[in-house]
């Protein structure tokens, strides 16, 4: 059974930073791409960065070089460094097994975690 447990959100204020990590179960970790997307109500879920089983990265144009996405092998674990954090990142973030490098789709999901970022 595919386990993705996500924490590491909370309420921080404007310009603060969170690491959010995502331990997964039940997946030969080192073999898979994996995903931190996002989601606020009423919009549909997006892809903010994804790393690939090799070490690859891509962001979200959004980004701007504020969000770091990192893996460690040895602890089935993904992380997400965000760092000057906005009002408009408040969000729920979700980790996912990523299916499609190009297109960003995934399948295995979380629970998510929510940040939600104080002006």
């Known amino acids: 059974q595919v386990q993705l447990v996500e924490s590491g959100g909370g309420l921080v204020q404007a310009g603060g930073s969170l690491r959010l990590s995502c331990v997964a179960s039940?997946?030969?970790?080192?073999?898979?791409?994996l995903g931190w997307y996002r989601q606020v109500p009423g919009k549909q879920r997006e892809l903010v960065a994804g790393?690939?089983?090799?070490?690859?990265?891509k962001y979200a144009d959004f980004v701007k070089g504020r969000f770091t996405i990192s893996r460690d092998n040895a602890k089935n674990t993904v992380y997400l460094q965000i760092n000057s954090l906005k009002p408009e990142d408040t969000a729920v973030y979700y980790c996912?097994?990523?299916?499609?490098?190009?297109?960003?789709?995934?399948?295995?999901w979380g629970q998510g975690t929510q940040v939600t970022v104080s002006s």
């Open positions: 996912a097994r990523v299916t499609s490098w190009l297109g960003g789709q995934a399948d295995y």
């Open positions: 039940g997946i030969t970790f080192s073999f898979v791409a």
């Open positions: 790393i690939s089983r090799a070490g690859t990265t």
